[in-house]
């Protein structure tokens, strides 16, 4: 019996809107997102990058693997799904801990600075109580990599 097909959306997910105001521009903010080193100092300890895009577009590929509660190694594959350039992108899960997973990462100018947003649509296949746990605790890790991108762009790493 293969893999179920993870980037198919089933009926019922649980979305997470998280809106942030940095003071930079938003090339700059756009780059951090997509850059891999932006990626490993947002996530917590024990990411590891297997494989990052060169030049990111649709059809790219992130292939990570991390420890979790630091024990056992899981895999996660993503295809970037959408891709505007200096603006967004998605990324969808297609290998990996969730029913269903897509990511979209959104920058657009704010004031003197930029407006950054996660919008993350997830399914864990657990019913509403796993979504609900899942749910706090993904929002729980934005608080952290928020603090984190903001030291990367202001210059505080």
Do not use: C, N
């Amino acid at each position: 019996m293969g893999e179920r097909d993870r980037s198919a959306r089933p009926r019922r997910t649980t979305k997470l809107r998280v809106t942030e105001d940095f003071d930079a521009p938003p090339e700059r903010v756009f780059a951090l997102t997509l850059s891999e080193e932006g990626f490993v100092d947002a996530m917590p300890p024990g990411v590891e990058v297997l494989s990052w895009p060169e030049r990111f577009g649709e059809g790219e590929v992130l292939d990570l693997r991390w420890g979790v509660a630091g024990v056992h190694p899981v895999r996660w594959v993503a295809v970037v799904d959408a891709y505007e350039e200096g603006r967004s992108f998605s990324d969808l899960q297609v290998r990996g801990p969730f029913r269903y997973w897509r990511h979209t990462h959104t920058v657009e100018p704010h004031g003197a600075g930029t407006r950054h947003t996660d919008l993350v649509e997830f399914g864990t296949g657990l019913g509403p109580a796993g979504d609900l746990a899942a749910a706090i605790a993904i929002r729980g890790a934005f608080g952290p990599r928020l603090k984190r991108m903001r030291a990367a762009l202001e210059g505080r790493t």
